[in-house]
């Protein structure tokens, strides 16, 4: 009875232990919201020279939190292309949802920058990341098959030809076995 505090203070010591060298969980991304058309309409650019802009303070740490997850951190002197500075951000409120669209300036490192590098973010006013989609990939889940989708091809085991039934093992004569 007496080593029952001493026990406990270990068993507790190393579930916080193992709780703080543990990796975090990766977020669960909500699926269900549908990103705007970034390019639907004309944007107003901010950082146009002798005008004055206004950012408030919400959309700031979507943009940041976007930038930060999108780029590589922690190199000193990162290629031209992997800067933050090196990309565009287009950013469109809806209610308590912020979207953030990351792509490349083409003009900023002087050289061409791959297609397909970009990224769309969903952030919530709070600053969470409640979806990411890379370029290339698709924005919308897989569903399942529609009943109208046709026919599914099932790949056959290996040296059987998909669709057909097996061929009776021949007989060293030539003919086939069991069959008359």
Do not use: H
């Amino acid at each position: 009875m007496r080593n029952l505090p001493l026990v406990l203070a270990i068993g507790l010591s190393g579930c916080i232990l193992r709780n703080l060298f543990q990796p975090p969980t990766p977020p669960q991304y909500d699926n269900s919201i549908v990103f705007p058309q970034f390019f639907e309409r004309e944007a107003v650019e901010v950082g146009a020279k002798g005008e004055p802009y206004e950012l408030d303070g919400v959309t700031l740490r979507a943009i940041t939190i976007a930038a930060n997850d999108f780029l590589p951190m922690g190199a000193r002197n990162p290629p031209c292309e992997y800067r933050q500075e090196a990309q565009r951000y287009r950013v469109i409120r809806q209610g308590d949802i912020l979207f953030v669209y990351i792509y490349e300036d083409y003009e900023y490192c002087g050289k061409p920058m791959p297609l397909d590098s970009g990224a769309k973010y969903a952030i919530s006013t709070d600053g969470r990341i409640l979806r990411r989609v890379i370029d290339g990939q698709p924005e919308e889940p897989f569903g399942p098959v529609s009943p109208d989708a046709g026919d599914l091809w099932v790949p056959a085991k290996p040296g059987v030809p998909s669709g057909y039934e097996p061929v009776p093992p021949s007989t060293p004569d030539g003919g086939s076995s069991g069959v008359p």
